[in-house]
């Protein structure tokens, strides 16, 4: 794989606070990255120094292989990005951001931009009447507009309601088929998990975890039941097909199988059920357990 951007051995103190410990990883192209952790957990902080915002008080960043600092700053051409809350002046309109930061006046970019993000009907309109969503939509197109090689994004969809965070969520996907990389942090696990293909974990300002969502497996879907009669229900599901493990007076019921086939086949043999629980195996809960062991 062809790297992108390279984080070796990062450091930052802020008096006598360590803010980053030792982080290094690498993101190559075409992945999507999520960046993952609690609340001061460090993650702006590595997204600010990966754009040269904030020196690092020992440790390097590279992108496409040229050093990037406070006074280094060549790597960055072909990034894009949105830190934190975004910066708009109130009374220049969407149509009059998008054109400002767009370095090639590439208007076909800019109208694929706003159809994505169905920004048609206020577009034209001065960024002073826009609502919150109206204006992190514009401030992702902002961040994108030059159609990057290497985007950061942090927390992009916030203030999103659900059919614009899928509008986000959609973009992202199209342009990392097109060649831009990504990297994403944000509080909603179960989004990142939809466009994400590897995740990092940073925990107290160290990373902890980094892997791609291989990782974890396919998603496994159980069933925990208790019947009137285990053993028989155990023979008669393990007879159709059906997975099962039978201990502690109770069934679990693994892989590829509908529950109302299990319902029909045990009821049909005059065997009642005292309880029936649903376990899906959850990606949120993956990362939660990570943070909670380390």
């Known amino acids: 794989m062809t790297k992108s951007v390279a984080i070796?051995?990062?450091n930052k103190k802020i008096g006598k606070k360590l803010i980053l410990n030792d982080v290094s990883f690498e993101i190559n192209q075409g992945d999507i990255v999520g960046l993952v952790g609690e609340n001061g957990a460090g993650k702006t902080t590595i997204m600010k120094t990966i754009l040269g915002m904030i020196e690092p008080t020992s440790g390097s960043i590279s992108i496409n292989e040229k050093e990037?600092?406070?006074?280094?700053?060549?790597?960055?051409?072909g990034v894009g990005s949105l830190i934190e809350n975004p910066v708009l002046y109130p009374y220049l309109s969407g149509m009059q951001h998008l054109q400002l930061f767009s370095e090639t006046k590439n208007n076909e970019m800019i109208n694929y931009l706003v159809n994505q993000l169905n920004m048609q009907n206020y577009i034209n309109k001065n960024a002073v009447n826009y609502s919150l969503g109206m204006k992190q939509k514009l401030a992702i197109a902002m961040a994108l507009v030059n159609q990057p090689s290497f985007a950061i994004l942090d927390e992009p969809v916030n203030g999103l309601d659900p059919k614009s965070t899928k509008?986000?969520?959609d973009l992202i996907v199209d342009l990392n088929k097109k060649g831009t990389t990504f990297l994403i942090s944000s509080h909603i696990l179960a989004e990142l998990e939809k466009i994400i293909n590897r995740v990092v974990i940073i925990k107290?300002?160290?990373?902890?975890?980094?892997?791609?969502?291989?990782?974890?497996?396919?998603k496994?879907?159980?069933v925990v039941v208790k019947t009137s009669n285990n053993k028989d229900a155990s023979d008669i599901l393990k007879n159709n097909g059906i997975e099962v493990d039978f201990s502690n007076d109770e069934l679990t019921i693994i892989g590829d199988f509908k529950l109302q086939t299990v319902i029909d086949l045990i009821n049909g043999k005059q065997i009642s059920f005292e309880s029936?629980?649903?376990i899906n195996d959850d990606f949120e809960d993956d990362l939660i357990q990570i943070l909670d062991e380390k």
Not at 68 to 77: A, D, E, Y
Not at 204 to 218: H, M, T, V
Request: glycine share 8%; net charge positive.
């Open 8 to 10: 070796n051995n990062l």
């Open 204 to 218: 107290k300002g160290s990373k902890i975890f980094d892997n791609y969502l291989e990782y974890f497996g396919n």
């Open 167 to 169: 509008e986000v969520r």
């Open 276 to 278: 029936i629980q649903t």
């Open 220 to 222: 496994v879907n159980k």
């Open 68 to 77: 990037v600092t406070i006074s280094k700053r060549n790597g960055l051409k």
